[in-house]
């Protein structure tokens, strides 16, 4: 079974920064194709933020680009980092990942069940 869990939310005052992480786990052996991350701030649509591929290739939507950092390591584990944070940034963050299993030939998305983040004095 998989699960992609992050971690890393919570109240943070405008102007800090913030790390999230995004762990994936299952019962099999598995590799991440990508990873991304996304938002749903209060009373808004989810969008998409950011992506990372094979580690090292990012893409980041045109709101965040300069904000956002995407990164992944070896261990599972994707992070979003943002510096200097906004009140406006304030959302639910997910994560999903394309996880392919060592025994299949393609991968599938999966995703999070989201960690909030609020900004705010």
């Known amino acids: 079974q998989v699960h992609l869990v992050e971690s890393g939310g919570g109240l943070v005052q405008p102007g800090g920064s913030l790390r999230l992480s995004c762990t994936a786990s299952?019962?099999?052996?598995?590799?991440?194709n990508s990873w991304a991350w996304h938002r749903q701030a209060p009373g808004k649509e989810r969008e998409w933020v950011?992506?990372?591929?094979?580690?090292?290739?990012t893409d980041y939507a045109a709101q965040v680009k300069d904000r956002f950092t995407v990164s992944s390591d070896d261990s599972n584990t994707a992070y979003r980092q943002v510096d200097d944070l906004k009140p406006e940034v304030t959302a639910v963050y997910y994560c999903?990942?394309?996880?392919?299993?060592?025994?299949?030939?393609?991968?599938?998305?999966?995703w999070g069940k989201g960690t909030l983040v609020t900004v705010s004095s």
């Open positions: 999903s990942g394309d996880l392919r299993f060592v025994t299949e030939i393609y991968g599938k998305d999966y």
């Open positions: 299952a019962g099999s052996l598995f590799s991440m």
């Open positions: 950011a992506r990372i591929t094979a580690g090292v290739i």
